[in-house]
């Protein structure tokens, strides 16, 4: 069966700290990749999708960068975090082509002080 | 871009009582409606899903209704337990470039009274 793993599973940053969280898949090859945010109390925002290794689609503009260095893996990054990337940050994959359903990894909580 | 309203934000409900979530799209183009369940401090789990070539599915106590025309669907709870208590969140779907890109509703905080 699939398994996503991310870790960290909690983090303190401080402003202008660098990022880099992790998220990797077992079980399945050639997914499609995303990292997904949430914010409190609110809904999830689509950050980055990949469909295979080197090919990063970002969303929306901000202060985040997205990698998959191998087709199993998947990195957000920063070189220097904002109060405002503080949040929920949720990794999910799906099965590629002919494939509908989105899976969810536990969750990095960030925190920026 | 799509664009997903869920209704309500909060739901409480007496235990063994029905619950029912609505959410409308915008997109006709959207083909496929999952729901998810999040609980406090993990990340959502795919509870049931609907694809537009059908208007309802149905898993033991839990249902989803499509309507196509009208551009909206819902999750149905019955017999509800305290277990059920969680945030749920819906979805749309737009295939793009051969990968989903779901766009989610804000969520409902269900609460199931004992």
């Known amino acids: 069966s699939q398994t996503i793993h991310q870790w960290p599973a909690t983090l303190v940053q401080p402003v202008g700290s660098p990022l880099s969280l992790e998220c990797t898949v077992e079980g399945t090859s050639n997914p499609n990749l995303y990292w997904y945010r949430q914010a409190a109390g609110r809904g999830l925002q689509l950050l980055f999708y990949?469909?295979?290794?080197?090919?990063i689609s970002s969303e929306v503009p901000q202060n985040l960068s997205a990698s998959r260095p191998q087709d199993r893996q998947f990195i957000l990054s920063s070189k220097k975090l904002l109060l405002s990337d503080s949040g929920f940050y949720l990794c999910?994959?799906?099965?590629?082509?002919?494939?509908?359903?989105?899976?969810f990894g536990p969750g990095t909580r960030l925190t920026v002080t | 871009g799509e664009n997903v309203e869920q209704h309500p934000s909060t739901l409480s409900v007496q235990e063994g009582d029905s619950a029912v979530i609505k959410c409308t799209y915008s997109?006709?183009?959207?083909?496929?409606f999952p729901w998810y369940k999040q609980e406090l401090g993990k990340g959502p789990q795919l509870i049931i899903d609907?694809?537009?070539?059908?208007g309802e599915k149905k898993d033991q106590r839990i249902a989803v209704t499509l309507n196509k025309t009208a551009k909206h669907f819902s999750l149905h709870i019955t017999e509800t337990q305290p277990e059920d208590s969680a945030v749920y969140f819906c979805a749309a779907s737009i295939r793009l470039f051969g990968n989903e890109k779901l766009t989610f509703g804000t969520g409902t905080r269900l609460t199931i009274i004992p």
């Open positions: 999910a994959w799906s099965g590629g082509k002919g494939s509908y359903e989105q899976y």
């Open positions: 609907i694809r537009s070539n059908v």
């Open positions: 997109d006709s183009a959207s083909n496929y």
């Open positions: 990949s469909v295979g290794i080197g090919q």
